[in-house]
C-alpha cells in the first residue's frame, strides 16, 4: 500500500531552469494539493485539483504550473526557476466525504 | 481566505509534563472542520487530532485533547505526559465546509521536550 508518493525527494536546480515535482497517489482520491513549506510561513496552499482535468490556484501560484490528466498523478512545474522558490513541497490527497488530507514525505527542492 | 494564528513559536516542556498550543482562527463559516497536525524532524506531515464544529464535545486521541471555543473561535491542543518522541513542530489547520478541502495552516509552533 504505497500511499502517496513523491518524487524526487531531493532536488538542486539552477535559476531559470524548469523543474518539475511529481506526486502520485494510490487511493484514487478526487482531490489533490500543492503546499510549500518556508520558515516562519507555516505551509502555504499553492495550486489543487478537485478532479482530473480541473484545477484551481491557491495562496501563492505564481510561477507555478500543475496538470492532472490522470486521477493519481498530480505534477507540479516551475517553469523557470527562482531562487525565491527554494523551499520544501508537499503534495496531499483527500477523498473528499471525511475532510482530511493526507502528505507526501514532501521534496526539498533548492535553486541556485 | 481564512486566517489561522498561533503564538509563541517556541516551547518547551520537561518530560511527563503538561503543554498547551494556542490557536485562533478567523471565518465567517458556521460550520468547519480543525485540525492539529505533527511535523517530527523527518519531516512527514502527520494528523494528531481533528474537530468538527458542529460538535460540541472536544476530540480527545490518547494523550492529545483539544479545547474548542467556537464563539472565541479558539482551537488549542494539550499534550499531557509529553513524550520525547513529542518533540515536533505542530501547525493548526482550518477547512471550511464549502472550500473544496482546501487547508489553511498557521506558521506552527516547535514544541521541544526535555529529558
Known amino acids: 500500500d504505497a500511499g502517496i508518493t513523491q518524487s524526487p525527494r531531493y532536488k538542486i536546480t539552477e535559476t531559470g531552469r524548469q523543474v518539475t515535482l511529481m506526486c502520485h497517489q494510490t487511493?484514487?482520491?478526487?482531490?489533490m494539493f500543492w503546499y510549500r513549506q518556508d520558515l516562519g510561513h507555516g505551509l502555504r496552499l499553492i495550486y489543487y485539483s478537485a478532479a482530473a482535468d480541473i484545477t484551481d490556484k491557491g495562496e501563492v501560484p505564481d510561477g507555478y504550473v500543475v496538470s492532472r490528466s490522470k486521477t493519481e498523478n498530480f505534477p507540479l512545474t516551475l517553469e523557470s526557476a527562482t531562487r525565491s522558490q527554494t523551499s520544501v513541497y508537499f503534495c496531499?490527497?483527500?477523498?473528499?466525504?471525511?475532510?482530511?488530507?493526507?502528505f507526501g514525505p514532501g521534496t526539498r527542492l533548492t535553486v541556485t | 481566505a481564512q486566517t489561522v494564528t498561533q503564538s509563541q513559536p517556541e516551547m518547551s516542556v520537561q518530560e511527563a509534563e503538561t503543554v498547551t498550543l494556542s490557536c485562533t482562527y478567523d471565518t465567517s463559516e458556521n460550520n468547519y472542520y480543525l485540525f492539529w497536525y505533527k511535523q517530527p524532524p523527518s519531516r512527514q506531515m502527520i494528523l494528531v487530532i481533528r474537530?468538527?464544529?458542529?460538535?460540541?464535545q472536544n476530540a480527545t486521541e490518547n494523550r492529545f485533547s483539544v479545547n474548542f471555543q467556537k464563539a472565541a473561535k479558539s482551537f488549542s491542543l494539550k499534550i499531557s505526559d509529553s513524550q520525547l518522541g513529542d518533540t515536533a513542530m505542530y501547525f493548526c489547520?482550518?477547512?471550511?465546509?464549502?472550500?473544496?478541502?482546501?487547508?489553511?495552516f498557521g506558521k506552527g509552533n516547535q514544541v521541544v521536550v526535555i529529558p
Open positions: 489547520a482550518f477547512m471550511g465546509d464549502y472550500g473544496n478541502n482546501r487547508l489553511a
Open positions: 474537530q468538527e464544529a458542529y460538535k460540541q
Open positions: 487511493w484514487s482520491h478526487s482531490y
Open positions: 496531499a490527497s483527500s477523498d473528499g466525504g471525511n475532510h482530511e488530507q493526507y
